[in-house]
């Protein structure tokens, strides 16, 4: 019984201490990551990479205006989701399809 003791108050102590180690760790990799947030170069890569972002999407939304289901999705003639499907089911299934043995 006391060795058991003993075993738990070392687990006990030993989980203290590394939670405390830890969390200075912790502390100390979130504020170089911060840091590191806050240089210019880093600050305006993300802006060069937000406004590449924001190209993209417009150029997918320029893109998706050209189709078929685009032009639907813009006129807003209250086609729902099952309208859209069975409109681009129907074009796709026009290959014919080899019977199972």
């Known amino acids: 019984m006391r060795g058991k003791l003993w075993f738990v108050g070392g687990l006990a102590a ?17 504020q170089q990551a ?3 947030m806050d240089h210019p170069t880093v ?6 990479a937000q406004a590449q972002a924001n ?7 320029d893109r998706l205006s050209h189709t078929k289901i685009g032009e639907k999705m813009s006129t807003g003639n209250g086609a729902n989701s099952s ?3 069975s409109s681009t089911t129907s074009s796709s ?7 199972m043995p």
């Open 43 to 48: 600050q305006e890569a993300k802006g060069t």
């Open 14 to 30: 030993g989980f203290v201490l590394g939670a405390r180690a830890g969390r200075e760790k912790y502390e100390e990799i979130v």
């Open 34 to 36: 911060r840091k590191m």
């Open 93 to 99: 299934s026009a290959a014919p399809t080899k019977p």
């Open 55 to 61: 190209r993209l999407v417009s150029e997918g939304k």
């Open 83 to 85: 309208e859209l499907t």
